[in-house]
């Protein structure tokens, strides 16, 4: 069966969950500068680098599907924690998450010839305290490497969670509410 839709990213995490909603999708990751501007908001952030995202690629593509860009940042104390750089940033990052609460914004794009959607999602997630020992043997497990605020709700990290309040799939990368709402837009219904 041919695609439904190009996914603008490279991550694996977002790939499973369009293959669990049934999406059919070919990947073409886009590259470009993630940085946030200075004085932009999160809320602005996270909308930005999604809508470029698809913008990028659907404008690059010569198959004319619709184009799924996403982003998400963990933000605490309104900063936003970005991916770490190595293990001993991982380590700063989930000392910083432990214990307390903070937020995930999730930004669905999606691009096609009936236009563009843009969609946020917001979770508010509660650590539990963690001890050094912890932080360390998560940091070294490789899991927290390419992960926004150093952890992933769907591995080992799922431990650490005492509440969550929001999408369990927007922690993950991909609000598949708001998911399913822009690609019914295109025409693309996820349940018949």
Not at 139 to 164: D, N, R, T
């Amino acid at each position: 069966m041919p695609p439904q839709i190009i996914l603008a990213s490279a991550s694996p995490r977002r790939s499973e969950l369009l293959r669990q909603i049934g999406i059919r999708h070919l990947i073409q990751a886009v590259d470009l500068d993630e940085s946030p501007w200075p004085g932009e908001a999160a809320l602005d952030y996270v909308q930005r680098v999604a809508a470029e995202k698809s913008a990028a690629c659907w404008h690059a593509s010569p198959q004319k599907l619709p184009v799924l860009g996403a982003d998400t940042s963990v933000i605490c104390d309104g900063e936003i924690l970005g991916k770490p750089e190595n293990q001993a940033h991982a380590q700063a990052l989930l000392s910083r998450l432990s214990g307390r609460s903070h937020q995930v914004y999730s930004a669905v794009s999606v691009r096609g010839d009936k236009g563009h959607g843009l969609a946020l999602s917001i979770s508010q997630v509660q650590f539990r305290a963690l001890s050094q020992a912890e932080i360390l043997a998560y940091s070294l497990s490789g899991e927290p490497e390419g992960k926004a605020g150093a952890y992933a709700i769907q591995g080992l990290a799922s431990v650490f969670i005492e509440s969550l309040t929001g999408s369990f799939s927007g922690v993950m990368g991909l609000p598949l509410f708001e998911t399913a709402e822009l690609l019914a837009q295109q025409g693309i219904k996820v349940i018949a």
